[in-house]
């Protein structure tokens, strides 16, 4: 019963993420407020802006998106809630992998290329371990998840 309530938690907050209030409303208040708050951590997760070139229309794309620290570097995740599909920032990274990242009031260039195999195990036990929930999108979604590291450019 307790396994069923949380991977209801987990749908609910994936649901949550991928709504336009996430999509239209968290970017500017975060901006305003530069990550303060609830706008800047979430479940004890980093949250930060990604703004992407969109692959069709060639103009500024911005996602609200947790992200992880490993070292130096910023990893995201395209869960998607747990959708079937990528979520549109991966494949907008995809075409054009230089980006924005911004961490509370630091904007920051970053180059986004996905995880290698070689380096995908261990990023998935580190975003897991911040958040569990990643676990039920992946059974969800029936694919790979995406994690896409972000280096300083």
């Not at 975060?30 to 706008?39: E, Q």
């Not at 911005?62 to 995740?77: K, S």
Request: aromatic share 10%; charged share 25%; no cysteine.
């Amino acid at each position: 019963m307790r396994d069923r309530l949380q991977r209801l938690g987990y749908r609910v907050v994936g649901v949550a993420d991928v709504n336009p209030i996430s999509r239209w409303l968290h970017p500017p208040l975060y901006r305003w407020t530069g990550g303060a708050w609830l706008l800047g951590r979430s479940l004890g997760n980093l949250t930060i802006l990604l703004t992407t070139t969109g692959r069709h229309s060639g103009r500024a794309r911005t996602a609200a998106l947790w992200a992880y620290h490993d070292g130096d570097r910023l990893v995201v995740v395209g869960s998607n809630g747990g959708s079937e599909h990528v979520p549109a920032w991966v494949l907008n990274l995809r075409t054009t992998p230089a980006a924005v990242a911004q961490v509370r009031r630091e904007r920051r260039p970053v180059r986004a290329r996905e995880a290698g195999d070689d380096e995908y195990a261990r990023l998935w036990a580190l975003v897991n371990a911040a958040y569990p929930g990643y676990e039920a999108y992946r059974d969800w979604a029936h694919r790979t998840i995406p994690l896409v590291v972000l280096e300083r450019t």
